[in-house]
């Protein structure tokens, strides 16, 4: 259950280093998670993501998603092991809860994780770059009258 | 559950006794705005393979096709998909031309394309700054140490 998204994200990093290891940075982001980056999914982890406890109403709207529509993508969620729903009682009656799971908050730090590296990647290969004639707004440095 | 002290995230939630007010409001605009800034992504750039691929772009600008399958670790056919769905958008236009006698398939990033993919790049990195914030918490009442006295003369 909880082995879900590490063995899928394991596999992902093995497929990776099958392959050689330059230009890594821009694979990882082609092999992120597509269970994480969905959209409304990635919106929902991320305003989880902090520790709070979201209601369904709150879900729903920060998403501008149907509630059936919602339901779907946090049972995959849940499935997936990103997060927990909970059931709790406030003033006697039952209500749900979503709060992120470990392995949920792992995921979507993994996530970051690729997409910084591969921004960064951008920037230190673009002093290599300025002898190229299509980059666009790389002014040459120096010569400067 | 006792002593559980989660900060509940919802439309109806008061500001409970315990929490101050000003970082509630802080904590549920960055909340907001991390959402906002999610929902904003060009849908067709936040897809992985295409977001690699537009990534390689807006660096060099111009690519040869062949380099796309070592840069970015998709297949062939994937790759073709992704970039023609890349084109009917106008974010990139594909071409070619000869070298000696050999033709060779270059993609190169359209100005719309260069717009499209710094706009989600900024909103992207937006979003992670407002995201993963801690919630805010219970003031804790202030615990009183009794020191317990040695001097006895």
Redesign the interface.
């Known amino acids: 259950m909880s082995g879900g998204v590490e063995m899928g994200l394991d596999k992902e990093v093995e497929k990776l280093e099958d392959r050689e290891p330059a230009n890594a940075a821009n694979r990882e982001v082609a092999a992120i998670s597509r269970l994480v980056f969905e959209p409304r999914r990635f919106a929902m982890l991320n305003l989880l993501s902090g520790g709070g406890k979201a209601d369904y109403p709150f879900l729903q709207r920060m998403t501008d998603l149907s509630m059936s529509a919602l339901a779907t993508h946090l049972r995959k969620m849940e499935r997936g092991g990103l997060i927990e729903v909970r059931k709790e009682f406030v003033s006697r009656r039952p209500k749900t809860f979503v709060v992120i799971s470990p392995e949920g908050k792992r995921a979507l730090e993994d996530c970051f994780t690729r997409l910084k590296r591969a921004r960064r990647h951008d920037v230190d290969t673009q002093a290599s770059l300025f002898d190229g004639p299509q980059v666009a707004g790389a002014s040459p440095q120096g010569g400067v009258a | ?1 006792s002593g559980y002290s ?7 939630a008061r500001v409970e006794e315990g929490y101050d007010v000003a970082e509630v409001q802080r ?1 549920r605009e960055d ?2 705005e ?2 906002d800034c ?2 904003s ?1 060009d ?1 067709l750039i ?4 295409r ?2 691929v537009m ?2 772009l ?5 690519e040869a096709y062949g380099e796309f399958v ?5 297949s062939k056919g994937n790759l073709s998909n992704h970039l023609a769905k890349l084109e009917r958008a106008g974010h990139v236009e594909v071409g070619g031309h000869f070298e000696g006698k050999k033709p060779v398939t270059t993609v190169l990033l359209t100005e719309h394309g ?1 717009e499209r993919v710094e706009a989600y ?1 900024d909103a ?2 937006r ?2 700054m407002k ?5 805010p918490g219970r003031s804790k009442k202030a615990t009183v140490r009794r020191r317990k006295g040695e001097d006895h003369g």
């Open positions: 559950m989660t900060y509940v995230l919802s439309d109806r904590f909340v907001a991390a959402v999610i929902r992504l849908g936040h897809e992985p393979s977001l690699a990534t390689v807006r660096i060099r600008g111009e070592r840069l970015t670790g998709l260069r790049w992207m990195m979003a992670a995201s993963g914030g801690p919630p």
